[in-house]
Antibody, heavy 127, light 107 residues
Framework: QVQLVQSGAEVKKAGASVKVSCKAS????????IHWVRQAPGQGLEWMGL????????TYAQKFQGRVTMTRDTSTSTVYMELNSLRSEDTAVYYC????????????????????WGQGTPVTVSS | DIQMTQSPSSLSASVGDKVTITCRAS??????LAWFQQKPGKAPKSLIY???SLQSGVPSKFSGSGSGTHFTLTISSLQPEDSAIYYC?????????FGQGTKLEIK
């Protein structure tokens, strides 16, 4: 089945970096973009950006520009998200998710909903 | 950036009831709108895409409608397992943004 499995929980000091992995299985890795979304404790969902594993093109949310780097390894079907200069506000659960295009009666779209999501990786930043 | 605003922020309903959650976009997003369900400690789950298309495997008690800037998610025949936070998200253009969420409690 289609699955995204993320790396385990991380605890980091302020100012450090964290690198979270997301391993895809059950589908053609290069056929779908992978997005990253984070959720601070008790808060909503925040979109961070995406990577196209085929072209390696990336788009980052402006808020994270200069601090986030998304990469991929096609040999292991794994996507990585590295966040630098961590601060306490970066404490959150980080999710990867596959974007799925679709066709309906009105036409086809290459953009689409996120399905599935990884299980989430808690990142705690301590000062 | 396109802002997504959900209402209400929370609601309480009884088993068997039908509820409707509203999501408004700050500009026209056509039908590039998805709905997700998130239960405590779990990743979000896709329910609806293209504003009204049901994700495979999702029960027909969930339905979506709308286009442009106004969208709704309706859940009928509420059961205890429908207790969750529901989010809308647009995918019209980057950055994709989410609504702030609607917490549904089943009495």
């Amino acid at each position: 089945q289609v699955q995204l499995v993320q790396s385990g929980a991380e605890v980091k000091k302020a100012g450090a970096s964290v690198k979270v992995s997301c391993k895809a299985s059950g589908y053609s890795f290069t056929g779908y973009s992978i997005h990253w979304v984070r959720q601070a404790p008790g808060q909503g969902l925040e979109w961070m950006g995406l990577i196209n594993p085929s072209s390696e093109s990336k788009t980052y949310a402006q808020k994270f520009q200069g601090r986030v780097t998304m990469t991929r390894d096609t040999s292991t079907s794994t996507v990585y998200m590295e966040l630098n200069s961590l601060r306490s506000e970066d404490t959150a659960v980080y999710y990867c998710a596959r974007e799925v295009g679709y066709c309906i009666s009105s036409g086809c779209s290459t953009s689409g909903p996120f399905d599935p999501w990884g299980q989430g990786t808690p990142v705690t930043v301590s000062s | 950036d396109i802002q997504m605003t959900q209402s209400p922020s929370s609601l309480s309903a009884s088993v068997g009831d039908k509820v409707t959650i509203t999501c408004r976009a700050s500009q026209d997003i056509s039908n590039y709108l998805a709905w997700f369900q998130q239960k405590p400690g779990k990743a979000p789950k896709s329910l609806i895409y293209a504003a009204s298309s049901l994700q495979s495997g999702v029960p027909s008690k969930f339905s979506g409608s709308g286009s442009g800037t106004h969208f709704t998610l309706t859940i009928s025949s509420l059961q205890p397992e429908d207790s969750a936070i529901y989010y809308c998200q647009h995918y019209n253009s980057y950055p994709y943004t989410f609504g702030q969420g609607t917490k549904l409690e089943i009495k």
